[in-house]
């Protein structure tokens, strides 16, 4: 089994390293009319099993199931070469891991990778993927997967069956629709509490038990939901869901479940079976729901039910309209990396035998990160604009700042944002956050110059 485990890790790895050297130039191209589009639709199942690592090998691994984890999607075909959009019920998919889901859906499409946006929801008791980190805690033989590299193409496979088959039965998709409902005591701020000098004094996580916590403000946030819904005429067949949240109530019991985000996208997709519902979050990299959860089985009661709550309203206002224009502009991101990080001593971190397994493995993501920066491989940025829509589709934990930023600049578009893409650079501050410190700046990859190219990128992506 162990060779098995070697010999699948390198034949992921070369042909996702096949898949680098092979993304074709970026066409950043004006909308163009639309006319005789249609729409595929699939899902298919993600469920890591019994044993397998959660959230990188830090946390209980799987020891039940409470509710299985999905990749949804759809198949944007008429446009162009095919579009793909397809969102992950999985902590994250990093480097050569994220490469590999676009390519192997890309193949399955009839189209290329740099065509297919993957993001994550985000959840904690998943798998978080990358298969770099996994090559590295692999050569140790003492650390837990990272993720178990037959188990992950195991889903690519599935993954790429469920899609050709679904092209078989694509439908026409002729209108759109947009429309956002406000939620209601889930979203906080982590980053709250403040010394008089503006640093983090602490923070707010996904859960909180300290009252004094929880009784400051919310902070910063995005409160709307929004969604943007694809029709067949009068038939709603696709609605895309967009909200800023870490999605988690609470984790690390070793219990599989898509959480309160998930429920939610769950308890609407079984209202209505016939329409594809997708959940994206946000830029959430400093935002969660602490403020309004204890931790409690309750509060994932709680939280799904403000979530659907939230879901509701925002198709409670959708207007279709015909779809006249449509455009896929995608932009490259190379940010350098964090000065504070050197290969060399996380290597040594990785290879210390009595350090703890999450300063070991969180160090294999940390050297994978800036193996890949050597390489010079860039991370793609993507949008997808119908209308006045725009579906921006960033890397990582951005804080939410980067998605109120881009409603700010395109102030005569729907802007709905989906982070949580490629995984590699981790959590994404401001430049104006990361002397303030706090622990999402002291885990962020990438220098604060990655604020300027990121704004960049954003400013192509919106056209």
Known sequence: MFTSRHQFLAQSLASTAIGWTLLPGRANGAAQAAGGLRLAPFRFDVTPPMGHSLCGGWIKPVEGVDDPLEAIGFVLLGAGKPIVLCAVDWTGLSNSAHIAWRSALAEAAGTTPDRVAVQCVHQHNAPFACLDAEALVLAQGDLPDIVDPEFFQQCLERGQAVVKEGLKKARPVTHVAHGQ????????????????????????????????????????????????AFYDQDEKIASCHYYATHP??????????SDFAGLARKRRQAEEPDCTHLYFTGCAGNIAAGKYNDGSKQARIDLTQRMYDGIVASEATLSPKPIESIAWRTADLLPPPNA???????????????????ARNRSSYTLAWLQRLEKQTPIILS???????????LPAECFIQY????????????????SYGDGGPWYIPTKEEYPLGGYECSVAFCAPEIDNLLAQGMTTLLG
């Open 340 to 358: 504070k990080y050197d290969a060399a001593a996380l290597a040594k971190e990785i290879g210390n035998h009595d350090a703890k397994v999450v």
């Open 248 to 257: 988690m109530s609470y984790y690390g019991d070793g219990r599989v479940s």
């Open 181 to 228: 409902g406000k939620v209601e005591k889930v979203a906080s701020n982590r980053r709250v509490s403040r010394n008089p000098d503006g640093t983090v004094k602490a923070m707010r996580g996904s859960s909180c038990g300290n009252e004094t916590l929880r009784a400051m403000p919310e902070g910063l946030i995005d409160p709307w939901l929004k969604t943007v």
């Open 383 to 393: 949008s997808l604009a119908l209308n006045d829509i725009s579906l921006l589709h």
């Open 403 to 418: 998605q109120l930023r881009a409603q700010k600049q395109a102030p005569d578009r729907f802007v709905a944002t989906a």
